[in-house]
């Protein structure tokens, strides 16, 4: 088996910012950002590709025996001397050759570039349909070979076990072997997995099992308390999963680091001792008992407020309660939260409830989570709004998030088509340059403009009408909705108008893809939600490029412009035909954060001109303004999280005491 650390070593990970001192992480951010502008130029990077081009000129007429012995002084260059040009690029020169003889694919030069990015530690933003599977390959060989192990880090485990099973023969001839942690694998599973020097994965399985190795370790992940855990037992790594956080290369790591930075990784346990569900059957009737606007009030970013008469006729409701209910903060705490799941979550958008059991959708990718659950009481209140047995609270025993997680690694890259937007908060929380790569050809991808409509029931009129006359014409189409619901709704009106559609919820990730396959044939018309079935290439069928490509529409705009983009990236890849529009409302969830005084006389002047020029300008800039203010305000909640996370790590660490 590889082994990449002798026992004294396990468990590498970098310290976290705060534990530097403030001039050495100030000095550190300076030398680094300096050199990689400097040595990740555009003119860095094409004398880079003319070096990689000469050894491959070179390496294409080795025979087998030959090419290995290279790699033989390759490797040893690299671990002699690490990851420096000279070393770099002759690696670089032979992955594209042998990839070129075993497996049919040779890395493009904008795929070489991209590999040069992330193996000096950067993001690398690559157009949509680039090729960031065989460029991740790249970096993957290089740093494994370096004596790293590497993590590559996909969306779904679907895209884990597709791209290491493809990859597999590639490393294979490098003496590499690699592995894909799912899910849901068993224990002994996983601990052969992390063995392996090249591990493919979702980011959640990786912080779920490094929260498992902070159990174990209890305290503090110290070099002399992993060597002592080691001694007495006899073996190394004894029961740990992971072999340190050496180095990740992230798919689409703004989905994965920003998109996903608010939601806390928590591994709990079952408090059966608790009265639970009498408590929150209380909660949930005090909660029914409140008047909105009266007793409560509920903001545009959907917190929930009592007013005084509410927090009057509460304490008044609670008198005939046991005395539990007569502390004022705990009662109002429980009863918030009991308006909360009634007014804030929506089945079939928020969650869905199968086989008796409320299931979480991910508002980032549209999935069923059937083995998460919502903290403090959340998911038992809408257990019990729904009807449906309730489950025991948990009990948190290790929480952490992606942003404090990934600040962990030793050595930490990324891909994305989508980062420009997020790439100073990349910058700042993660220290990651973004660098774009330019696309290997031209796109031809063309705008159809953004219509806006007065109400959602209009909108749905002209999005039928309009797929109505594609499916005719021929030219597939990816229509993006926002929610479950929003897709239905869309299915049944396309049924009663006759349309043949496919409809895609993003249940299962295996049917994802092949449904998403299959968008590019003659007058397919695919209902989508979210970014359902990413990371599937869409194939064009014969005769659709003639007929204007792969058309992309958007009837809902998202909390952040990135989400849009990576739909609207599904269209014109490598420089296929493609087009795409956005087909939206007033009504849409997004535009509710603004003040119903400035949306109240723009839908009734819309009514009025619908086709108006300069309404549909103010309607569009209405719509801008409600998403940059969202993005703005997730933007200022991360930092928040972030900074609070910091301030507890301060204290588990004063007080002795694991996160």
Same mark, same amino acid.
């Given at each position: 088996?590889f082994?990449?650390?002798?026992?004294?070593?396990?468990?590498?990970?970098?310290?976290?910012w %705060?534990?530097?001192?403030?001039?050495?992480r100030?000095?550190?951010w300076?030398?680094?950002?300096?050199?990689r502008?400097?040595?990740?130029?555009?003119r860095?990077?094409?004398?880079?590709?003319?070096?990689?081009?000469?050894?491959?000129?070179?390496f294409?007429?080795?025979?087998?025996?030959?090419?290995?012995?290279?790699?033989q002084?390759?490797?040893?260059?690299?671990?002699r001397?690490?990851?420096?040009?000279?070393?770099?690029?002759?690696?670089f020169?032979?992955?594209?050759?042998?990839s070129?003889?075993?497996?049919?694919?040779?890395?493009h030069?904008?795929?070489?570039?991209g590999? #040069?990015?992330l193996?000096?530690g950067?993001?690398?933003e690559?157009?949509?349909?680039e090729g960031?599977?065989?460029?991740?390959?790249?970096?993957?060989?290089?740093?494994?070979l370096?004596?790293?192990?590497?993590?590559?880090?996909?969306?779904?485990?679907?895209?884990?076990?597709?791209?290491?099973e493809?990859?597999?023969p590639?490393?294979?001839w490098f003496?590499?072997?690699?592995?894909?942690?799912?899910?849901?694998?068993?224990?002994?599973?996983?601990?052969?997995? #992390?063995?392996?020097?090249?591990?493919y994965?979702?980011?959640?399985?990786?912080?779920?099992?490094?929260?498992?190795?902070?159990?174990?370790?209890?305290?503090?992940?110290?070099?002399?308390?992993?060597?002592?855990k080691?001694?007495?037992?006899?073996?190394?790594?004894g029961e740990l999963?992971?072999p340190?956080l050496q180095?990740a290369i992230?798919?689409?790591i703004d989905?994965v680091?920003?998109?996903?930075?608010r939601?806390?990784?928590?591994?709990?346990?079952?408090?059966?001792?608790?009265?639970?569900?009498?408590?929150?059957?209380?909660a949930l009737?005090?909660?029914?008992?409140?008047a909105?606007?009266?007793?409560?009030?509920?903001?545009?970013?959907?917190?929930v407020?009592?007013?005084r008469?509410g927090r009057?006729r509460?304490d008044?409701?609670?008198?005939?309660?046991?005395?539990?209910?007569?502390?004022?903060?705990?009662?109002?705490?429980?009863?918030?939260?009991?308006?909360?799941a009634?007014?804030?979550?929506?089945?079939?958008?928020?969650?869905?409830?199968?086989?008796?059991?409320?299931?979480?959708?991910?508002?980032?990718?549209?999935?069923i989570m059937?083995?998460?659950s919502?903290?403090k009481?959340?998911?038992?209140?809408?257990?019990?709004?729904?009807g449906?047995?309730?489950?025991?609270?948990?009990?948190?025993?290790a929480?952490?998030?992606?942003?404090?997680?990934?600040?962990r690694y030793m050595?930490?890259?990324?891909m994305?088509?989508?980062?420009?937007?997020?790439?100073?908060?990349?910058?700042?929380? #993660?220290?990651?340059?973004s660098v774009? %790569?330019p696309?290997h050809?031209?796109?031809?991808?063309?705008?159809?403009?953004?219509?806006?409509?007065?109400?959602?029931?209009?909108?749905?009129?002209a999005?039928?009408?309009?797929?109505?006359?594609?499916q005719?014409?021929?030219q597939?189409v990816?229509?993006?909705?926002?929610?479950?619901?929003?897709?239905?709704?869309?299915?049944?009106?396309l049924?009663?108008a006759?349309?043949?559609?496919?409809?895609?919820?993003?249940?299962?990730?295996?049917?994802?893809?092949?449904?998403?396959?299959?968008?590019?044939?003659?007058?397919?018309?695919?209902?989508?939600?979210?970014m359902a079935?990413?990371?599937?290439?869409?194939?064009?069928?014969d005769?659709v490029?003639?007929?204007?490509?792969?058309h992309?529409?958007?009837?809902?705009?998202?909390?952040?412009?990135?989400v849009?983009?990576?739909?609207?990236?599904?269209?014109?890849?490598?420089?296929?035909?493609?087009?795409?529009?956005?087909?939206?409302?007033?009504?849409?969830?997004?535009?509710?954060?603004?003040?119903?005084?400035?949306?109240?006389?723009?839908?009734k002047a819309?009514?009025?001109?619908p086709?108006?020029?300069?309404?549909?300008?103010?309607a569009?800039?209405?719509?801008w303004?409600?998403?940059?203010?969202?993005?703005? #305000?997730?933007?200022?909640?991360?930092?928040s999280?972030?900074?609070?996370?910091?301030q507890?790590?301060?204290?588990?660490?004063?007080?002795?005491?694991?996160?």
């Open positions: 088996m082994s990449l650390l002798t026992s004294a070593e396990r468990y590498p990970q970098k310290l976290d %705060i534990e530097l001192p403030f001039l050495e100030v000095w550190n300076m030398v680094l950002h300096w050199t502008h400097v040595r990740l130029s555009p860095r990077q094409l004398r880079f590709v003319q070096q990689v081009e000469a050894f491959e000129e070179a294409k007429a080795l025979d087998e025996a030959a090419l290995k012995a290279r790699l002084s390759i490797r040893l260059g690299l671990r001397e690490g990851i420096e040009d000279n070393q770099v690029a002759p690696a020169a032979l992955i594209r050759v042998v070129s003889r075993i497996m049919g694919m040779r890395h030069d904008v795929q070489i570039r590999g #040069y990015v193996v000096h950067c993001i690398t690559m157009d949509t349909g960031k599977t065989l460029t991740a390959t790249l970096a993957a060989i290089v740093m494994a370096a004596g790293r192990q590497v993590h590559v880090v996909t969306v779904n485990d679907y895209l884990a076990g597709r791209d290491a493809e990859m597999a590639l490393y294979a003496g590499l072997t690699t592995a894909t942690v799912a899910e849901d694998a068993p224990r002994e599973a996983r601990e052969q997995a #992390y063995r392996h020097p090249i591990v994965c979702t980011g959640k399985t990786l912080v779920f099992d490094y929260l498992k190795d902070r159990l174990v370790l209890g305290q503090q992940l110290s070099q002399m308390g992993i060597r002592l080691d001694f007495i037992r006899n073996r190394p790594g999963l992971l340190g180095f992230v798919d689409e989905s680091l920003i998109d996903e930075a939601t806390p990784l928590i591994i709990s346990a079952t408090d059966d001792s608790a009265r639970h569900e009498q408590y929150y059957g209380h009737a005090l909660a029914r008992e409140m909105l606007y009266t007793d409560f009030v509920i903001d545009a970013r959907k917190r407020e009592l007013t008469a009057e509460l008044e409701l609670a008198q005939s309660l046991e005395p539990l209910w007569h502390n004022q903060f705990r009662r109002e705490e429980a009863v918030i939260q009991a308006l909360t009634l007014y804030n979550f929506t089945r079939d958008e928020h969650y869905i409830v199968r086989d008796d059991k409320v299931m979480i959708v991910d508002e980032h990718t549209g999935r059937p083995d998460r919502w903290e009481g959340l998911h038992q209140l809408i257990e019990l709004k729904e449906v047995p309730v489950t025991p609270p948990r009990v948190t025993l929480k952490i998030s992606f942003q404090l997680f990934f600040r050595g930490l890259a990324g994305t088509g989508t980062g420009r937007e997020v790439a100073a908060e990349m910058g700042h929380v #993660y220290d990651l340059l774009r %790569i696309p050809r031209p796109s031809r991808r063309i705008s159809q403009g953004s219509r806006v409509f007065a109400t959602a029931d209009l909108k749905w009129q999005l039928v009408e309009k797929l109505g006359q594609m005719e014409r021929g597939p990816l229509v993006g909705t926002r929610t479950i619901n929003a897709a239905d709704e869309l299915a049944e009106r049924a009663a006759g349309i043949e559609h496919q409809v895609l919820h993003a249940n299962q990730d295996v049917e994802e893809a092949e449904i998403v396959s299959e968008a590019g044939k003659r007058g397919r018309i695919t209902i989508a939600t979210n079935g990413r990371g599937t290439d869409i194939k064009l069928a005769g490029d003639a007929l204007g490509g792969l992309v529409i958007l009837t809902e705009l998202h909390d952040s412009a990135r849009d983009r990576q739909l609207v990236g599904r269209s014109a890849r490598q420089g296929q035909p493609g087009s795409w529009e956005e087909i939206l409302s007033l009504e849409d969830e997004l535009v509710q954060v603004l003040s119903g005084k400035l949306l109240a006389p723009l839908v819309l009514q009025r001109s086709e108006s020029r300069a309404l549909q300008w103010v569009r800039k209405v719509y303004l409600a998403q940059k203010k969202l993005e703005r #305000y997730h933007k200022r909640i991360r930092r999280l972030l900074k609070a996370e910091f507890t790590r301060r204290s588990l660490s004063f007080t002795g005491k694991s996160e």
